[in-house]
């Protein structure tokens, strides 16, 4: 394969006969002239296993986790994992949209990672830090992404049970399609056969 075109989901990936070797994100393109180029988004296809003792050679590149890390300098393999130690290590997760927030991480600008219950997306690309979590600095590295849930569009109830309840909200198709709120429980008439029901948006 000469290049990967536009992935889906974060792909490893390393020419061979070359030292050339790196990560495509996601809607990125990664050429090469070389002849094979080996990827995966399972980076333990592509990269040996990082040792758990031993010498770490800056630039070198090791699977962790189904990941990539890179050694960001010369030292001798601890007991403590990459990514409790960013000086040590440059972490990258696999698939990891929409993974959990965790510190020490590089991220790009369209990432999602959920924090506390809610998902948040990257404006600016950096490596995360315990204290620079989404809700610190939100509109400054993170933006929370509302999730939008489909409006339907109003139709007569037939009976209590499926009656519209107090904050439901729904298209009205007759009135130039405009969006009601229903303002009160156990509502079954339309915006026009009972104003009083129902709130414009």
């Not at 040590?88 to 698939?95: C, D, K």
């Not at 510190?103 to 620079?132: L, M, S």
């Not at 610190?136 to 037939?158: N, S």
């Amino acid at each position: 394969m000469a290049e990967i075109s536009k992935p889906t989901s974060r792909t490893f990936w390393k020419t061979t006969g070359v030292v050339h070797e790196g990560f495509t994100d996601i809607d990125q393109v990664t050429t090469t002239g070389q002849p094979m180029l080996e990827s995966d988004t399972d980076a333990s296809t592509i990269y040996p296993p990082l040792p758990t003792s031993g010498w770490m050679e800056e630039g070198v590149v090791y699977s962790y986790n189904r990941g990539m890390v890179i050694v960001r300098q010369p030292h001798e393999r601890t007991i403590y994992a990459p990514e409790d130690t960013p000086a040590l290590f440059y972490v990258y997760r696999a698939n990891t949209e929409g993974a959990g927030w965790v510190a020490n991480e590089p991220v790009e600008k369209g990432d999602t990672r959920t924090f506390e219950g809610k998902t948040y997306q990257c404006i600016q690309p950096h490596t995360t830090q315990a204290d620079w979590t989404p809700t610190a600095t939100i509109g400054v590295l993170w933006k929370e992404v509302v999730i939008v849930v489909d409006i339907p569009v109003w139709v007569q109830p037939t009976g209590a049970h499926d009656a519209y309840q107090k904050g439901k909200v729904v298209w009205y198709p007759t009135l130039n399609s405009t969006k009601y709120e229903s303002l009160i429980d156990a509502n079954v008439w339309s915006p026009v056969a009972y104003a009083a029901g129902w709130r414009k948006l």
